[in-house]
């Protein structure tokens, strides 16, 4: 089977060699937009274009030499390759000073045009993947981060990356609070749907009478007080995600429904005997396992297991406890930025509650507590006393998270009497990340061996 090499917009106004080349790129691996006129190609190209555009020169109304310089106003980065006649190399060579990536002279082989695809799709690819990332990383900063060093949640971001960019269904399964709408977040964010509507639609926060139409969309006139045409959810995120939070709160008759528009891509709005065809992606996100058959409850098995093309768990944050303290850091930070406060100091009261509290609200009840933090308003009398009033001066906030880290630390070595091994499962990070914050704080497993107590 040919491997896929990326896609190609091929720009030529004859039928005749326009055919010919595509069945040329097909066969090597590329993914061809075959257009007779530059117009048409302005129409496929923009920025989020991922591909290479191939173009005659001489071409009726816009000649590729125009198409190039209108390419560039939407992404100079989009590389154009120009096929030219003899009389037309001198332009050619112009254009690539010009920022034309290359330039094929006719006529030409075959494999002279394929070999000068595969490098421009590689370098576009490149770019595309750079801007990604720095997309990412910006985007990573705002609401609930998916940020930790447990092993569980590095596994989580990489299997995330890894799928971001493929049409498949993904359950994910996790407990209130631990952040299930900024997982189907960052698959939308971080894939190629990113410039089409992201969706989301809590199963469980509407009545059965108004969901069908939410999902569906209705026709005027499809009942009583449809007064005009709604386009449902399901058909407004065509080509972006559709994220649906507690699915299993979906009332059986719309689960019917949901199960056939996953199988054949297409919908029927509630009055309409058309039916659409729609491009659609399914973020389902659950806080019980749907798997096990106690705990389904009338959910249907079929269409959980249409939902489970790929399960995603995020682990609760009492199976991470060892990323409270940087979870918990960069919440405090953010909430003293937007109240307009210095960062509160965290007192005695405070850190107890942090390493004794179960957080059954996981991690929004941790960023709901920082809140309350940076407002003086901690989870007791002596936290509120301490918190804003205290004539001490307040240290920095990475000096403070790093004191709580290590109070941590010391904690879970003083559980295990000293046992590595043991505090690391309790913390849930990485040997070598354990290893790193025992020299930076100058802690010895030692000292709590045979009931030591530093």
């Known amino acids: 089977m040919t491997q896929k090499q990326g896609l190609v917009a091929l720009v030529d106004d004859d039928a005749d060699l326009l055919h010919a080349t595509t069945q040329l790129l097909d066969l090597a691996g590329f ?61 050619a060579v112009a254009a690539l000073k010009d920022g034309v990536y290359d330039f094929i002279p006719k006529p030409y082989a075959g494999d002279r045009l394929v070999e000068a695809l595969r490098r421009a799709s590689e370098k576009r690819r490149l770019v595309v993947e750079n801007r990604r990332l720095r997309e990412a990383a910006a985007q990573a900063a705002d609401g609930l981060p998916l940020i930790g060093e447990a092993p569980a949640i590095s596994r989580l971001r990489e299997t995330l990356r890894q799928i971001a960019d493929m049409d498949v269904d993904v359950l994910v399964e996790g407990e209130t609070g631990t952040g299930k709408e900024v997982v189907a977040d960052l698959l939308h964010r971080w894939g190629r749907r990113r410039a089409k509507p992201f969706v989301a639609l809590n199963c469980g926060a509407l009545p059965e009478t108004v969901i069908e139409s939410e999902l569906f969309g209705h026709e005027a006139g499809a009942f009583t007080g449809a007064q005009r045409r709604r386009i449902g959810r399901i ?31 297409s919908l029927t709005p509630l009055g309409s005997n058309e039916t659409r065809r729609i491009d659609l992606r399914v973020v389902a996100a659950t806080k019980v396992d749907l798997g096990q058959s106690d705990q389904r409850g009338d959910f249907r098995e079929d269409l959980y297991f249409r939902l489970n093309v790929v399960t995603l768990r995020i682990p609760p944050l009492r199976e991470r406890r060892g990323d409270i303290p940087m979870l918990f850091g960069h919440f405090l930070g953010k909430a003293a930025e937007r109240f307009g406060r210095p960062v509160a100091r965290v007192n005695a009261a405070v850190s107890d509650h942090l390493q004794s509290h179960a957080w059954p609200g996981n991690v929004r009840e941790l960023a709901h507590f920082a809140d309350r933090v940076a407002l003086g308003l901690g989870p007791d009398d002596e936290a509120r006393a301490a918190s804003p009033r205290s004539p001490e001066p307040a240290a920095p906030l990475p000096e403070r998270v790093g004191h709580y880290e290590a109070q941590l630390i010391r904690e879970a070595l003083r559980d295990h009497g000293g046992d590595v091994r043991g505090a690391i499962d309790a913390l849930g990070v990485p040997r070598k990340t354990f290893y790193d914050k025992l020299k930076r704080y100058g802690i010895a497993a030692s000292d709590f061996r045979n009931g030591g107590d530093p």
């Open 235 to 265: 058909e407004h995120s065509s080509g972006g995600t559709l994220f649906l939070d507690e699915i299993e709160s979906m009332p059986p008759a719309l689960q019917v429904k949901l199960l056939r528009v996953l199988e054949t891509r």
């Open 31 to 91: 993914t061809v937009v075959a257009l007779k006129a530059a117009e048409a190609a302005l129409a496929v190209v923009d920025r989020e274009f991922d591909g290479v555009v191939v173009s005659d020169i001489r071409m009726p109304g816009m000649n590729g030499l125009q198409l190039f310089d209108r390419i560039k106003t939407i992404d100079p980065d989009i590389p154009v390759i120009l096929v030219t006649g003899h009389g037309d190399v001198d332009l």
